[in-house]
């Protein structure tokens, strides 16, 4: 049986899920100079690296965050922009770059290749392409089954499976861009996106790129659409400067007056937003379970756009999109959707006039947001664990309820020492952690915790 | 600097802290209890409801109460929302930046020490619950008044 033989070897671990988070964590893993670590990559796809974010082939699909600050390793801010000049990916003069994602996806594979040639005499990294169907705790440490019926064992799991491939229940017929349900589509068919955030320009981007020419309705609750970046320097902000532990409505009430004296000394808001950044978990971890609810609720879609911005070319393609009725953007609820394959119609209420309308579409796609029940989640490893009790949601039940120190917390709030968690599986407790700027502290923090 | 605003905010936070759970104090009492000018607390258990620290009752049995167990609240927390941001001196902010008339800001070695204490502030007063500020003032007294008390 796989691995078996390396169960007594000290500091051997496992990462279950080997996307952009996973690769992270090995490479920090990797760091330590301890000769008897083990660690074990598992991955369901062919290619390590790629996940659902960096999976996409399309050039149009750009990352979200300018190369500066897309860097693997969280003491080496620079190495993802020194890897594209390199390969005279890029110039310095055009920075700040948007890079494709496919680019990515390369740039994290590479990395994982030298780090699989410079360990292969110790032996101490090892990759297993196969589906992780659960981890149980064993009394030595913990046991991995694989779907072709081996397991691997060793002192810990990490669990960083990353987003869901599915889209949530709820969302009735649709189907994600790109999963195997969307196969070919009448160019000239109209379809409906829910959701109008950065997955949605994702959608639009595919769409455009396969030649579609029928109509593209995109409905959200408040249908906004997400802000551009520009180029900035963040403002500097300490941590005494800034009101933590309040109710929501106070610190949102501090944010807006902050942003808006910025704005009077000729500030752009980005860089407000921007200069909050280093202190976003800090809030978040300090707010009452109330203000946290609040949040998810009401604000969120706002601090979302205004956060969560995308590359300046891909915005003017979208408003120019926008603005002649290419894309219609509609704030709204959808109510009904009736129909089948292929032949939908859908209901959506107007948030501000509460009128109904109907949408006869081809298709639908679920953009609808990364967030979602994670009891309901289509990951086996999780869902095993969360159905044996092992682990439990957070009280949010946006992710699996975490320690601070990332261990998982069990049905009956026992903290495991064994079975821990990285990445967007963590947002309950960490809050902002989906973007690599954010998992790499996450992931270099997590190996000093762990190796020292 | 922790102004008569912030100490007496806390005061009031510690004299709520020591009543059981829910239970609801007059300002009045408050007020006396402690030495604080009533018109003065007023202002300052208004402030500190906004920011979601107590919670009030109007009426002839109304009063004023913690919104949360005062183990969930941090002392650094409450200062901030009367005083505002932590410094020892008022330039040594980012937010509230008071500039001296009489310096330099960008060569203020003072100025540069002082950001560096306001951390170390933060770091204390972030660490401190309201629970733990309220069972820690009998530990600072000489043996013989706790004994008496």
């Known amino acids: 049986m796989t691995g078996r033989a390396n169960s007594m070897i000290p500091n051997s671990i496992i990462i ?42 399309l050039s149009a699909h750009v990352l979200n965050v300018s190369a500066a600050g897309m860097s693997a390793y969280a003491d080496d801010p620079g190495n993802f922009w020194r890897w594209l000049l390199e390969r005279g990916l890029a110039t310095q003069e055009q920075a700040p770059v948007y890079a494709p994602r496919s680019l990515y996806a390369r740039y994290l594979g590479e990395l994982l290749d030298e780090l699989e040639a410079s360990e292969k005499a110790s032996g101490r990294l090892r990759l297993i392409r196969e589906e992780s169907l659960s981890i149980s705790p064993t009394a030595s440490g913990v046991e991995v089954a694989l779907a072709n019926g081996t397991s691997v064992v060793a002192h810990l799991a990490v669990l960083a499976t990353g987003h869901d491939e599915v889209p949530a229940a709820g969302q009735g017929h649709a189907i994600r861009m790109g999963s195997e349900a969307d196969t070919a589509l009448d160019p000239d068919r109209s379809v409906m996106v829910l959701g109008t955030g950065l997955s949605m320009v994702d959608a639009f981007l595919a769409l455009e790129q396969r030649g579609h020419r029928g109509d593209i309705v995109a409905v959200s609750r408040r249908g906004l659409l997400p802000s551009p970046h520009r180029k900035g320097n963040p403002i500097k902000l300490d941590v005494a400067d800034i009101p933590l532990g309040t109710q929501l409505s106070y610190f949102v009430g501090w944010f807006r007056d902050l942003i808006r004296e910025n704005q009077k000394a000729g500030i752009d808001w980005r860089d407000v937003v921007d200069g909050l950044r280093p202190f976003n978990q800090k809030i978040w971890q300090n707010w009452p379970a109330s203000a946290k609810r609040r949040f998810v609720e009401h604000t969120k879609a706002w601090w979302d756009i205004h956060r969560h911005r995308m590359a300046p070319e891909v915005h003017a393609r979208v408003s120019e999109a926008v603005q002649s009725g290419r894309i219609r953007l509609v704030a709204g609820r959808v109510v009904d959707i009736a129909g089948n394959e292929g032949a ?39 869902r095993s664990l969360v159905d044996r009790g092992l682990a439990r949601p957070d009280p949010l039940r946006i992710g699996l309820d975490v320690t601070a120190n990332c261990e998982i917390i069990a049905g009956d709030g026992a903290v495991s020492r064994k079975i821990l968690a990285v990445g967007p599986l963590t947002r309950g407790t960490f809050f902002e952690i989906d973007a690599i700027p954010d998992i790499r502290v996450q992931c270099a923090r997590l190996s000093r915790q762990l190796l020292g | 600097m922790l102004t008569k605003k ?15 759970a829910g239970q609801l104090a007059f300002v009045n009492d408050i007020a006396t209890g402690n030495n604080i000018p009533k018109k003065f607390l007023d202002a300052i258990l208004g402030e500190l409801r906004n920011a979601g620290f107590v919670q009030s009752r109007k009426g002839k049995d109304g009063g004023y109460r913690l919104a949360r167990p005062a183990d969930e609240i941090r002392v650094g927390h409450v ?34 020490l002082m950001l560096e204490v306001r951390q170390a502030i933060a770091e204390v007063l972030d660490q401190r619950s309201l629970a733990e500020m309220r069972d820690i003032a009998l530990d600072d007294l000489p043996v013989e008044v706790k004994v008496q008390a």
């Open chain 2, 79 to 112: 200062v901030r929302v009367l005083d505002g941001p932590l410094a020892p001196i008022p330039c040594a902010s980012r937010t509230q930046y008071q500039r001296c008339e009489d310096c330099n800001e960008a060569t203020c070695q003072v100025r540069h």
């Open chain 2, 6 to 20: 912030g100490k007496y905010g806390l005061k009031a936070l510690v004299h709520l802290a020591q009543l059981p």
């Open chain 1, 16 to 57: 279950v899920g080997g996307g952009a988070s996973g690769v992270v964590l090995a490479a920090h893993l990797l760091k330590s100079a301890n000769p008897d670590l083990r660690v074990t990559l598992i991955e369901k796809r062919p290619h390590f690296g790629q996940g659902i974010a960096y999976s996409t082939l």
């Open chain 1, 344 to 382: 939908f119609k859908v209901e959506v209420q107007s948030r501000h006039t509460q009128r109904l309308e109907s949408f006869d579409v081809t298709r639908l796609y679920d953009c609808s947001g990364i967030v979602r029940d994670i009891s309901t989640t289509s990951n086996s490893a999780v």
